[in-house]
């Protein structure tokens, strides 16, 4: 049995095509695409940016 993949999915999939992100979990159009082929290291190492891309596209928009 596969082990499922880990994603930031909320299933608020929308991009802005200004900034190239999806506003729900703010993975990048490259990163969305390649998702279920990158590695589990890869996947990790986009965790911890997603937070501080949420609050870059926040401060943006207000």
């Keep these: 049995m596969n082990t499922p ?3 930031p999915c909320i299933k608020v999939c929308f991009v802005d095509p200004s900034e190239g992100l999806c506003v729900g979990c703010f993975r990048t ?6 998702w279920t082929k990158m590695s589990d290291a ?3 190492a986009v965790k911890p940016v ?3 891309r949420r609050s ?3 401060a943006k928009v207000r």
């Excluded at 159009?29 to 390649?34: F, I, N, S, V």
Aim: glycine fraction near 6%.
């Design 5 to 7: 993949i880990w994603s």
């Design 29 to 34: 159009m490259e990163e969305l695409g390649r």
């Design 42 to 44: 890869e996947r990790e």
């Design 50 to 52: 997603l937070d501080e």
């Design 56 to 58: 870059a596209y926040e």
